[in-house]
T-cell receptor, first 115, second 111 residues
C-alpha cells in the first residue's frame, strides 16, 4: 500500500510566479490535510479537505492561497504570486480508514524556495 | 501560542541510553500523537494515545499521558544512532483533525 505521495519534492519559483503542489492520499483515505513548516519549527495546519469539499481552511492565508481535492486526481495546493516568505516545506497528510480515522499519515513534503 | 510544547528542545545521548522527551499542552484533547522527522524528510507516525489512556507501548517506545497535568512523555529505550531525528507531539485542540504541533525535540544519539 503506497503511502502519501507528494510532488514535486523540491520546487523553485521566482517572486510573482505560481506554485502548484500535489498530494495523492493513501489508498482508501478520503481526508486530506495540508500543513506548512518553517525551518526549525513545528508544522502549522493550513486546510482540511474531503473529496470536492473544503472542510476547514482557517489556517490558510486568505490571499493568494487556495486548495482543492477534486473527485478525480490529487489534492492541489496553489500559491499565486509567491513571495519570499512562502519559502517553506509543505506537507500533506491523509486519514480515513475505518477504525483509524484519527491517525494522519504524512507525505515526504514539497520544499518550496522562492528566489 | 503553541498548544503542544516539547522539552527539552535538544537532547544528546550515547547509543544504548534511554531518551525521554516531554510534551505539555494547554487545553483538553481527544488524542495526542507523536511523530518523528528525520532531517529534511517527512513525518513518520509513531504512536497515538487517546485521552482515556494512560500508557502505550510500541517496540522500544513508551508513551504516557497525564491529562490532569496536560502532559505526555515519549521514552525511547536502548537508543540507536538511527533514532537521531526531531520528535514532535501533536494534539487536537478543537477537533480530532486539526493537529497542532510543538517545535519539537532534536535528539542526537552518538554512536
Amino acid at each position: 500500500n503506497a503511502g502519501v505521495m507528494q510532488n514535486p519534492r523540491h520546487l523553485v519559483r521566482r517572486r510573482g510566479q505560481e506554485a502548484r503542489l500535489r498530494c495523492s492520499p493513501m489508498k482508501g483515505h478520503s481526508h486530506v490535510y495540508w500543513y506548512r513548516q518553517l525551518p526549525e519549527e513545528g508544522l502549522k495546519f493550513m486546510v482540511y479537505l474531503q473529496k470536492e469539499n473544503i472542510i476547514d481552511e482557517s489556517g490558510m492565508p486568505k490571499e493568494r492561497f487556495s486548495a482543492e481535492f477534486p473527485k478525480e486526481g490529487p489534492s492541489i495546493l496553489r500559491i499565486q504570486q509567491v513571495v519570499r516568505g512562502d519559502s517553506a516545506a509543505y506537507f500533506c497528510a491523509s486519514s480515513g480508514l475505518a477504525g483509524d480515522t484519527d491517525t494522519q499519515y504524512f507525505g515526504p513534503g514539497t520544499r518550496l524556495t522562492v528566489l | 501560542s503553541q498548544q503542544g510544547e516539547e522539552d527539552p528542545q535538544a537532547l544528546s545521548i550515547q547509543e544504548g541510553e534511554n531518551a525521554t522527551m516531554n510534551c505539555s499542552y494547554k487545553t483538553s484533547i481527544n488524542n495526542l500523537q507523536w511523530y518523528r522527522q528525520n532531517s529534511g524528510r517527512g513525518l513518520v507516525h509513531l504512536i497515538l494515545i487517546r485521552s482515556n489512556e494512560r500508557e502505550k507501548h510500541s517496540g522500544r517506545l513508551r508513551v504516557t499521558l497525564d491529562t490532569s497535568k496536560k502532559s505526555s512523555s515519549l521514552l525511547i529505550t536502548a537508543s540507536r544512532a538511527a533514532d537521531t531525528a526531531s520528535y514532535f507531539c501533536a494534539t487536537d485542540k478543537d477537533s480530532s483533525y486539526k493537529l497542532i504541533f510543538g517545535s519539537g525535540t532534536r535528539l542526537l544519539v552518538r554512536p
